[in-house]
């Protein structure tokens, strides 16, 4: 359930407040990404120092290993990772299709090989769904089919249907719990606006307790995707929570606030992290500065660029982690250049608090109606 | 300056406090390695945590990369790396017979090439010094020659011939500085009574700041080593700190203290720690416990064997570090079988704590007549 809505009266931007099991979050919110129970690099007390107010975890790599069963005896993912704030799981199905050796999509589920040993499994709408109640995740997503951005029409026009009929059978599942974990339900449609309407009306017919939009920043042109979003993401119900899966760049999340999207999740400042590029808030007169809003401009930098060997200022004068404000960019080049461990927790951390630093921007924002 | 020395009166072993110019040292101690200005997957902050008193760094290391000039131009390698508690640095000998590709004894010095891209350098035992006084560690060590413990004597005789050279070339060169930083001196002589006795007699001549013993647990058979150590640590200068190179497991650490040795270093616990073995104080009942003395004894595990995937005690519920009460073995075997980085941080703080501890257990026993 999203509380207390505010809507901006310059855009389709909202602030909220989504209450979970494990407590509420303030929307818009960014989700940073423990594929495999963990953060990349960080613990949850790093997580917990950076405020991220919820983390996803994927489906798809617990249920390989260490497998969803160790998990439920472990007590659920909140006690075997101990993080004590809310989790939201993805079905699997993205995985299934992206990184599986082989996969087949058959009547009842995808048959597909495991990309870590090849053994033989068969994901069904169901199984998805026990697998992560057994995980225990505050919020579930219902297993879908994600075509590539490049699939032509009739692909993500037949990978629609299959979502659909997946939905239900994800929905009937749901239907028979407690419904103490919410289940979001995910449009697909690609880039075309009919398929687009078409799932829209199918899966928003079933009382899902949030929507996702699925199928975005999977390949297609940025443009293509704003399109898109622009048309689509003011049709999603007003009163639910809405999630655009996978995005994005800064810049990105901030157009898809104003289309009205409340929820985020992305590898990119994990990721970049571990190649030492590194996400700053600067002046909108720096040189390769991008534009957020108002007065708000981001950078990024290399720091295993030469340039930072001898630069002894902090790597984030004004972070409120304490690491990133004592520990100087010549030291963090330095622990990149001698591939220390240390160095992919400082980038890390520096990343995440720039995406949940944005988000604050934006919620602020929001409510002053300046975006 | 070692004081307030209070000896056993049960073994050789001894109690003190060595002062630095950053603050003083309970002995005996141990020292964590940050070989090139980081220990592998810590922070500072978890050192801290940890208690330890004193780390020490590699100068071969740190000249390469990032180059002591930029240290010295960062303020000193404590404020490079945040680290505001004393620090030892070996002279560089070492890495440069056992490190680099290719190397030369001359006169002067020895000709090396880098083990990172084959560049060619000269180190000296005034370079050494000097490095080691841009770094600006709080004890620097002679720059010697380290045989290889299976080195024929022959061989080690001339070791111990450059190294009494190069000794009372260091020692002039830390004559002319304030003295702010001690300097100690290096015995070789592997594992030949004669040859120690004149390596011990030649570099105690000199008035260091401390003596350490160079040469063992380099590749010897343990029984030589106890043999050679019970014969010579006695004879090192009493009112000096004495400090055994690179020494080791834990039951040889008890065993040198109890010939009256000060001070260690060793790569066992953060090396093992990345293989995920750790060590743990156990009972002495327990199968394959390894006895210290009195009641205490240990056991090494090793996390990502599959008795571990289902064990969900913590990793070390006695552990003053919360991360160690926190998180489960389970947990940590499944870090360590996803090659998550916070698995290799996590053995780091086990390993690092169980030194630090068994230090402390040994200054208590120390206390009471017990060791």
Not at 223 to 238: G, H, V
């Amino acid at each position: 359930m999203l509380t207390n809505l505010k809507k901006s009266n310059k855009s389709g931007a909202r602030l909220g407040r989504l209450k979970t099991a494990h407590g509420p979050i303030k929307t818009p919110f960014f989700m940073p990404i423990a594929t495999k129970a963990a953060v990349k690099n960080l613990s949850v007390e790093d997580l917990n120092c950076l405020g991220a107010p919820i983390i996803l975890a994927n489906t798809y790599h617990l249920y390989l290993q260490p497998g969803e069963k160790l998990i439920k005896k472990a007590g659920g993912l909140h006690k075997f990772m101990n993080w004590p704030h809310p989790i939201l799981t993805d079905s699997g199905g993205y995985q299934v299709f992206s990184l599986s050796k082989i996969n087949k999509i058959k009547a009842d589920g995808v048959e597909f090989q495991s990309h870590l040993d090849g053994s033989k499994h068969f994901l069904t709408p169901e199984k998805s769904i026990q697998i992560q109640q057994d995980l225990g995740s505050d919020i579930m997503m219902a297993f879908d089919v994600c075509p590539a951005g490049e699939a032509k029409q009739k692909i993500i026009s037949e990978a629609c249907a299959t979502t659909f009929d997946w939905a239900k059978r994800c929905f009937k599942t749901w239907q028979k719990t407690k419904k103490k974990q919410q289940l979001f339900g995910i449009i697909q449609g690609g880039i075309y606006k009919k398929l687009r309407d078409q799932s829209l009306k199918q899966i928003t017919g079933l009382d899902f307790s949030g929507f996702a939009i699925g199928g975005l920043a999977v390949g297609e042109e940025r443009k293509d995707m704003y399109k898109i979003l622009e048309y689509i993401a003011p049709k999603l119900p007003e009163n639910k929570p809405r999630y655009l899966m996978g995005l994005g760049r800064p810049e990105e999340i901030v157009f898809a606030v104003k289309q009205g999207i409340d929820m985020f999740d992305c590898v990119i400042p994990t990721r970049e992290a571990r190649h030492g590029r590194l996400y700053q808030f600067c002046s909108l007169k720096q040189k390769g500065a991008i534009k957020l809003f108002d007065n708000l401009a981001y950078q990024t930098l290399n720091i295993k660029n030469e340039k930072y060997k001898m630069e002894f200022s902090p790597i984030d004068k004004n972070s409120k982690n304490e690491l990133l404000r004592k520990y100087s960019k010549s030291y963090l080049h330095h622990l990149f250049k001698t591939q220390e461990g240390l160095g992919l927790r400082l980038a890390t951390l520096n990343n995440l608090e720039f995406y949940l630093r944005l988000m604050d921007q934006v919620q602020g924002a929001i409510k002053n109606d300046r975006l």
